[in-house]
């Protein structure tokens, strides 16, 4: 695919054309945009080894570049072949050209992946390799609320594959706008350039103001959404479309050449991308690229005078780094994952960088060299029937490898997500107690071959409310403020009691330990929860859609029928003592004043890293717990003028006895049960274990739950 300009044609030769040809995007080789291409690659490479999470701008100048080389290509073609684009060598030459080396990386990604990691990790991986194969992997980093973010441990050694997925995307639906655009050109009478100039402009302001709008209340999902990248693409269109007739004046060419590039360099050093993009802010390096761009003379870069920037741009040594790109960015970013995994850090020095980017340079020159080169010189050599032929076998070949790939990762995931949960029916309590052991039955913890649940099912762990998607989601955005309804699956015809559990995470690990206790006595348990949204009163603009969530709550518990709410009373944070929220004792006066009753659950420690991750890299469970230090030495929620019909539960001594005897840590296994699942949540099993002590403790209390 070559980088072309758009150029008039001579009114010699517009009399010949049809119409529809008029003013079509001419193909043809820009070594300046070659060498921006190369250039951009270089620094999203660059400030991912050395720029502490810093945002290049190169991908969107990717983007953008992408929007200008289909653009002109596509539209050519649909023009003139009668508004029809060949699917079989189109698709076969994006398989030649993506699909194959994206194919090789992904699968080497996995298997290196699956080799080094913790097999917690495993069902992630194969989940994100067939999201990368199939080009959608940015909605599966939000749809497992991975944001994008700098190289650290616990990032996705597939990450990078987002931007290649919204270019895959953009490949599938670019070439249906290309054939509206003559359709539509032939019915007025017009030319398709036009047309399809103004289908883009109306694509680029609609995924601008989107991107915008997004990025008001949730810039992590704004940074990788399709919807929100698209008017970048939209952007490289208009410029292959419109930009091309535009010549700076000579004495123009110099500074705005100057001006562009340095835009294009300064990007990442100046804005914060990761923070600002795809916004506004995003027209930073597009602008640099336009300038370049009509700065150029009529015959390329390397033709304009020595000291100009589009001559710098054509020079070898970018040429270089643009034919070399694609592998460049596909392997730096896995090797960069891995090296920090195998040496156990957070980050990487200058030592590290170079070792990765040397290793990154030889791969993409092995890549390209066995390659990319040789299914680009073997499509060129061969005749048209012969190159078609060619194509239908790379496309089955791509196609069978997308079905096997999707296909057993499919399985994989299915047997994951589809295994019972533990069943407490024939619970081996006599060697599996859990939270049990520090109960007077048991005077020592029992022998047992493992701990339970395996380390392999920990992932499973989190409450099912979550699967099932009606939690709503932390932060703001639109209809985030709304009561969400989580109906309970086993609810009795004649419920007893009528319990609701709400106040963010750490509220919703209770849920199984109720609905154990709800299947003994005939409660209807309920879960209305927004995830990171604990009772408080604040005035922050980031829990701006909490407080109101909060104040929806209150309405909805006047209007229906709730007999206890159960909620986190305190917070242990990772880093931090245990605490009330500010305004809490007021929203839980709030809470029952409706005429509900209360349950306040002192909150849990924190061991702030991975428990599961931990305990599969062989670390003993005293290694992977969380530190008892923040944990107050009385409960905070004692001394507290409570209103009536509130209750608190403290589990914390069978959750943490190692630290009721003084230790310092809480061990991950008490009673051979992993009490947490993550860095933070407890585990559905242990939460189960905890049953008869909060049983217990209400029964002392609201002794009516269980008449």
Known sequence: MSLARTTSLSPHCEDSQDVLARRLPERRYLPELHGVRGLALAGVVVFHLFGNGRVSGGIDIFLAVSGFLFTGMLLREAATHGGRIDPLRYYGRLARRILVPAALVIAVTLAVGLALFPVTRHSQLWAEARASLLYFENWELISSQLAYGAAGPETSPFQHFWSLSVQG??????????????????????????????????????????????????????????????????????????????????????????????????????LDGRQLFPGPWALW??????????????????????????????????????????????????????????????????????????????????????????????????????????NKIVVSAAAAALAVAGT????????????????????????????????????????????????????????????????????????????????????????????????????????????????????????????????????????????????????????????????????????????IEDGAIERWQQITDTGTDLVLMRGTPRPGEMVNDCLASGNTPEECGASSAHIADTNPLSGLDLPDGVYTVDVTDSVCPDGRNGADTCTAVVGNVVVWYDGSHLTNTFARTLAPLIEEQLKQQAAWLFE
């Open 285 to 390: 390096p597009l602008i640099g690229l336009t300038l370049v761009f009509i700065a150029a003379g009529q015959k390329g870069g390397n033709h304009d005078p020595v000291g100009s920037a589009t001559h710098f741009l054509s020079n070898r040594a970018l040429s270089w780094i643009g034919d070399h790109a694609y592998g460049l960015y596909l392997w730096h970013w896995p090797l960069i994952i891995f090296y920090l995994e195998l040496r156990g850090r957070d980050s990487f020095g200058l030592r590290g960088a170079v070792i990765i980017l040397a290793i990154t340079v030889v791969l993409a020159m092995l890549t390209y060299r066995f390659i990319e080169l040789p299914l680009k010189n073997r499509q060129q050599s061969r005749p048209q029937d012969t190159a078609r032929r060619a």
């Open 169 to 270: 995307q953009f490949y599938i639906v670019w070439p249906v706008l290309a054939m509206v655009a003559v359709f539509a050109a032939r019915l007025v009478k017009t030319s398709a350039a036009r047309v399809m100039a103004v289908l883009v402009g109306i694509v680029f302001i609609a995924s601008f103001a989107y991107a915008i709008y997004v990025g008001s209340y949730n810039q992590d999902e704004a940074y990788l959404l399709t919807t929100t990248r698209v008017w970048q693409l939209a952007f490289g269109g208009l410029l292959a479309l419109t930009a091309g007739s535009i010549r700076l004046p000579k004495p123009l060419r110099f500074p705005a050449g100057w001006i562009g590039l340095a835009m294009i360099v300064s990007c990442g050093i100046v």
């Open 408 to 579: 057993g990762a499919t399985l994989v995931l299915h047997e994951e997500r589809s295994r019972p949960a533990t069943d407490f029916v024939d619970w081996d309590w006599d060697h599996y107690p859990g939270a049990l052991i520090t109960t007077p039955e048991y005077a020592d913890t029992p022998e047992a071959a493992n701990y339970l649940p395996a380390v392999e099912d920990l992932q499973r762990e989190l409450a099912d409310i979550y699967r099932t998607g009606c939690v709503t989601a932390m932060a703001n955005g639109p209809g985030l403020d709304k009561v969400k309804v989580c109906e309970d699956p086993d609810a009795p015809e004649d419920p007893t009691a009528r319990i609701v559990i709400s106040g963010g995470s750490h509220s919703a690990h209770w849920y199984e330990a109720y609905k154990t206790l709800g299947a003994i006595y005939g409660w209807e348990v309920l879960v209305v929860n927004k995830d990171a949204c604990v009772f408080s009163i604040s005035d922050s603009e980031g829990t701006k859609d909490c407080q109101a969530w909060i104040g929806n709550y209150i309405e909805w518990l006047e209007e229906n029928d709730v007999d206890l709410v159960v909620t986190a009373g305190t917070r242990i944070l990772a880093a931090s003592d245990e605490q």
